[in-house]
């Protein structure tokens, strides 16, 4: 290890000279801030100015950054002290921006949080280390080093982050405690769905509505708190905050009714994101849904590979198969189709689905259009003639937006009003109104669900780098680019960071490299790499990736199996082998 004071030297040295030779700081350096001493390793020294930026680690001793061992023992505070931290830096490194003016030159970044506490690898804190990964643009004057800067911002800018928002001293320990409170408490909430019988619990109080498509930070003004209905009410309990009342969604199937704009969706939406804990202020704090709850939308254009759709779709024109089904273009009913299955394959226990997003022919056919058309000239079995087999065959749940047909009345367990924000239970009249029904549609689905058929991946089916080298990984919020291949990810909409979308690409490529043999199915595989970074973390990924010189950064967070398979399922270069 090498004491910073030559670090410092050697910045201010380079002042002037040619940009590549801030190649020479790469390394280890020991350092002394304004109370504790810390660690800086320069992982990544960027080749020009304009290029992704530097990669830099800070390790300092959790005890002397004033964070006692009993609050660190515990893997779930782990987790909620990274992620309040996190935030943390990402305040203190805007004031540093407004300081230093803007530019990449000199920009000091972490991974961006969204409303979810998430394992991340930005900030990892256990009893021995916090250990905080950022990127900075280092410093230049067109392409030569500006080095007085330089270091600056790593003497100066570095300690001062340390100081203020990594040491327990310089935290509101109140609001750090509430974290970590309100996130052992989501935590607690979630693991009592199963035992009850429930998929999603929704608290008395909560906020649900968002400020917009694209803040999703809570709505403010002229919110409706949600309040369960005395007939949908369940307790749970918490530890820290005792006993919660709300609506229990019980396992089944249940139908989300009302009139347009009654929020609706709004809630569905909640119950898509009770996957994640959210953080203090977000208005989900006790919003939580089972973890392999999974949203199923309609995708018109997307491809699918090898999938045994034929427990919804059969018959297809010109004798197409439907279950080894594949295309590059499927239609909005097909995607759906697949997206059931896919989700099926991998081990979802609930399905979502929002009218707003789903192929009407996919969900509902009724009496009119039965006697129009006959079931030989109708491929697609409708949903609601298979949501009650899929439940009771594999008990897997379904909770489903519907306000424009009542078609599913008579096979819903649960039917939940939304009026004027306000859930009611009305399964009793709408039982009564399904059975009164003047105009019954034959059921079309049979006594069984279908099979689930496994696919193997076959290798190949991930693009290759070039010179055999590993692809480019880009990654945006909707879309992951590995190579020459882009996955269109609009649809995933679980998806909640680009921190998830990269990790899902390297997760990608890292199951090519380790475990598709041409014979273990898609689900084995991913459970392999699951476990992998259950057990050792996310770095795995990109020291599996590339063991000599591994891509370590910050910019990695958690995702489930299921967005895995999602990304995988949208790649056009996949290959698969039904296995019978
Ligand atoms: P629906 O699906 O029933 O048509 P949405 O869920 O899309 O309705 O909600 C319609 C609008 O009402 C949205 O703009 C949403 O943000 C807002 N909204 C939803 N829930 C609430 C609430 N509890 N309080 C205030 N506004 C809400
Ligand atoms: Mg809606």
């Known amino acids: 290890m090498v004491d910073w004071r030559t670090l410092q030297q050697t910045l201010q040295n380079l002042e002037g000279s040619s940009y590549r030779n801030y190649k020479r700081i790469k390394g280890h350096y020991e350092c002394f801030g304004f109370n504790d001493e810390f660690e800086l390793l320069v992982d990544y020294v960027q080749g020009d100015p304009f290029a992704s930026p530097s990669r830099i680690r800070i390790r300092l001793n959790s005890e002397s950054a004033g964070f006692s061992p009993q609050?660190?023992?515990?893997?779930?505070?782990?987790?909620?002290?990274?992620?309040?931290?996190?935030?943390?830096?990402?305040?203190?490194?805007?004031?540093?921006?407004?300081?230093?003016?803007?530019?990449?030159?000199?920009?000091?970044?972490?991974?961006?949080?969204?409303?979810?506490?998430?394992?991340?690898?930005?900030?990892?804190?256990?009893?021995?280390?916090?250990?905080v990964r950022l990127t900075v643009g280092l410093p230049a004057f067109g392409r030569r080093i500006a080095g007085i800067a330089a270091a600056e911002l790593l003497c100066e800018d570095i300690p001062q982050i340390i100081e203020n928002s990594l040491t327990y001293r310089a935290l509101e320990?109140?609001?750090?405690?509430?974290?970590?409170?309100?996130?052992?408490?989501?935590?607690?909430?979630?693991?009592?769905?199963?035992?009850?019988?429930?998929?999603?619990?929704?608290?008395?109080?909560?906020?649900?509505?968002?400020?917009?498509?694209?803040d999703k930070r809570p709505l403010t003004e002229g919110v409706e708190p949600f309040i369960a209905p005395a007939a949908g009410a369940v307790e749970l309990e918490t530890p820290h905050s005792g006993k919660v009342r709300g609506l229990g969604v019980q396992a089944g199937v249940t139908l989300i009714v009302g009139g347009g704009y009654h929020g609706k969706s709004t809630l569905l939406r909640a119950i898509e994101q009770g996957i994640y804990s959210h953080v203090p202020g977000d208005g989900r704090e006790q919003v939580v849904s089972i973890p392999s709850a999974v949203k199923l939308r309609a995708e018109d254009g997307r491809s699918v590979a090898g999938?045994?759709?034929?427990?919804?779709?059969?018959?297809?024109?010109?004798?197409?198969?439907?279950?080894?089904?594949?295309?590059?273009?499927?239609?909005?009913?097909?995607?759906?189709?697949?997206?059931?299955?896919?989700?099926?394959?991998?081990?979802?226990?609930?399905?979502l689905i929002d009218e707003d997003t789903a192929a009407t022919n996919f969900m509902i056919r009724d009496c009119n259009m039965q006697a129009l058309i006959s079931k030989e000239n109708e491929p697609i079995t409708p949903f609601v003639d298979k949501v009650r087999q899929l439940y009771d065959d594999y008990g897997i749940s379904t909770v489903l937006v519907m306000g424009g047909s009542g078609d599913y009345f008579a096979v819903a367990d649960r039917v939940i009003a939304m009026e004027n924000y306000r859930p009611q239970i009305v399964t009793q009249q709408a039982k009564v109104i399904a059975r009164a029904d003047?105009?019954?549609?034959?059921?079309?689905?049979?006594?069984?669900?279908?099979?689930?058929?496994?696919?193997a991946m076959l290798s190949g089916s991930v693009p290759a780098g070039k010179r055999d080298r590993i692809p480019k990984i880009k990654s945006r919020m909707d879309a992951l680019t590995l190579g020459q291949e882009t996955i269109d990810l609009q649809a995933v909409e679980q998806l909640v960071e680009v921190h998830q979308v990269r990790a899902i690409g390297q997760?990608?490529?890292?199951?090519?490299?380790?475990?598709?043999?041409?014979?273990?199915?898609?689900?084995?595989?991913?459970?392999?790499?699951?476990?992998?970074?259950?057990?050792?973390?996310?770095?795995?990924?990109?020291?599996?990736?590339?063991?000599?010189?591994?891509?370590?950064?910050?910019?990695?967070?958690?995702?489930?199996?299921?967005?895995?398979?999602?990304?995988?399922?949208?790649?056009?270069?996949?290959r698969v082998n039904p296995i019978y």
């Open 71 to 131: 609050l660190i023992a515990h893997y779930e505070n782990q987790v909620a002290i990274a992620d309040y931290l996190t935030r943390q830096v990402a305040n203190v490194v805007l004031s540093l921006r407004k300081k230093r003016g803007s530019g990449n030159s000199g920009k000091i970044e972490i991974a961006t949080p969204s409303q979810a506490i998430l394992r991340r690898t930005a900030i990892r804190i256990d009893k021995r280390e916090i250990e």
């Open 507 to 574: 997760a990608i490529l890292y199951a090519q490299q380790y475990y598709c043999d041409g014979r273990r199915s898609l689900r084995q595989i991913l459970e392999l790499v699951m476990e992998d970074i259950e057990r050792n973390g996310l770095d795995t990924l990109a020291i599996g990736l590339d063991t000599e010189n591994p891509r370590i950064s910050g910019d990695l967070a958690k995702f489930r199996q299921f967005e895995l398979a999602a990304a995988i399922n949208r790649l056009r270069t996949l």
């Open 438 to 455: 003047p105009n019954q549609r034959n059921a079309e689905g049979g006594e069984r669900f279908g099979s689930i058929r496994q696919r």
């Open 173 to 214: 320990a109140d609001a750090l405690m509430q974290h970590i409170h309100t996130f052992q408490d989501a935590e607690a909430l979630r693991r009592q769905l199963k035992p009850n019988r429930l998929v999603a619990f929704v608290a008395d109080g909560a906020c649900l509505p968002r400020r917009s498509g694209i």
């Open 307 to 351: 999938v045994d759709i034929s427990p919804a779709i059969n018959h297809l024109p010109q004798g197409r198969a439907s279950d080894n089904f594949s295309t590059a273009n499927a239609s909005g009913s097909t995607s759906q189709a697949a997206g059931l299955v896919e989700a099926v394959e991998v081990g979802a226990e609930a399905i």
